[in-house]
Structure formats: structure tokens, C-alpha cells
């Protein structure tokens, strides 16, 4: 996997892998392994951004152990505040960026020291200009995002190991068809969202799945404002896709 340590013996001025050392991470789609940091790239506005697949890629992050950053880029686009406030009162990690204007590059740049991270997102967030702005070796191609479907064109085809040139080590990957959601039990699911544990437990009814059950505290924290709507909607869409899983899946 991309991200291995592994021992090379080299004959004839050939190369070949003798060893591949104990992993203390790993990811299977995409394949890498021994990262410890996953900073997930969001657009603030093209293409707009999707709360699900956002909370898609935290989940991996958070199932995986890894130190989790959201990173949301193109701030100089026109955008609300909404959803920035929602991650931050979530108690995410957050930095905004925007690579026309510089803001929040440095302090993202800080944030990959001494670190192995790996950048996520949908195609067209950004995350190849961000590595650009961030002084990667040499250059990546970057695309363009389509006017008509809101979409990024691929440009990342496949999974590649980056130095910065403040040494950190960082990984550049595919849009986020290959990506992969952990197989977690919907019934789980509640655990992966910080901002619902102060109310878990209090459901007038076990085994509540905050979707849409009479007395549940997580919903009526919503309805009072305490618990961003945005974020429970992603919640129950993810809730259905989990709860399409059979056990022998998981």
C-alpha cells in the first residue's frame, strides 16, 4: 500500500521489496496505510457543499483513529455561515482556506507538520490547489469545476506520497467515489455525532433512532436549536444507507 515502510534490496541497480513493516493504520479504499491524519476539504461554494458526504469522511476518520481536520476551502467565493457554525459548534477540527487569497494556508500548513495526512473530498473542492498553495514538490494538475452539474472533474487518478517543503508527508487522493463508509451498524451511528451525546440516553423510548420517534431528546434538541438541523438531516440520510447493511456485511 501506498504510506508502507518497507525493506529494499537492490541488486543490479534493480529494486525489489523484501519486507513490509507492522502497519498502524490503514484504509482499504482508498489502499494507503500509516497515516495519522485525515484533513477533509470541503467547498464553501462550487461545487456546494454536501453535508452527508462531509460527515462521510469524518466518520471514516474518527472509525479509523486518526487525527481529523475539516478543512473548508474557496472562502473567497460567496458562501453563508451556516455550515461553518454548525461543524464548529460540533466540536470539529476546522481551518478556512482559500487559495486565491492565501487565508488559512499557513495555519494548515502548520497543521501537517510531522504528520502523515491524507487529503479527502469530492472532486472540484480543491484539494489539488491546496497542495499547490501548501509548496508541494512539483505540481499537480488541477480541474475545473462543471458549471452544469456542480461537479469537479477528476484530476487525482490515483494515490500518490507528497513532501511539502516544511518536510511533512501528505497523500493526494481520488474524488470521493473511492472512498469507502466504515461498516457500522446503524444503530452506531449516534456515536460518530459529538453534539448528540448529551441527550443519548434521555429518549422516551430504548433504542431510539433519532430519526423521527415521539420523545426523542436528540429531535427535540433540534427543534430547540441546540443541535444544527443540517446536521441531523445528514444524519438520518446516513442512518438509511447504514441501515441497508446486513450483519454478515458489517
Known sequence: MVGDYVDVEIKNGKGSIENIHPRSSMLIRPAVANINQLVVVCALASPQPHPALIDSFLIMGHHSGLDTVLCFNKSDL???????????????????????????????????????????????????????????????ETGAVSKKIQRGRHTTRHVELLELDNGALVLDTPGFSSFEMPKIRAGEL?????????YLGRCKFRGCSHTGEPGCAVIDAVLKGEISKMRHESYKSLYEQQKKLKEWEI
Open 78 to 140: 460567496e458562501h453563508t455561515e451556516e455550515i461553518k457554525k454548525a461543524y464548529r459548534d460540533a466540536g470539529c477540527k476546522i481551518v478556512v482556506t482559500s487559495t486565491q487569497t492565501g487565508e488559512g494556508v499557513d495555519e494548515l500548513r502548520e497543521l501537517l507538520t510531522g504528520k502523515i495526512t491524507a487529503f479527502a473530498g469530492n472532486s472540484g473542492v480543491g484539494k489539488s490547489s491546496l497542495l499547490n498553495a501548501l509548496g508541494v514538490s512539483y505540481e499537480l
Open 190 to 198: 449516534e456515536n460518530y455525532f459529538a453534539e448528540f451525546e448529551p
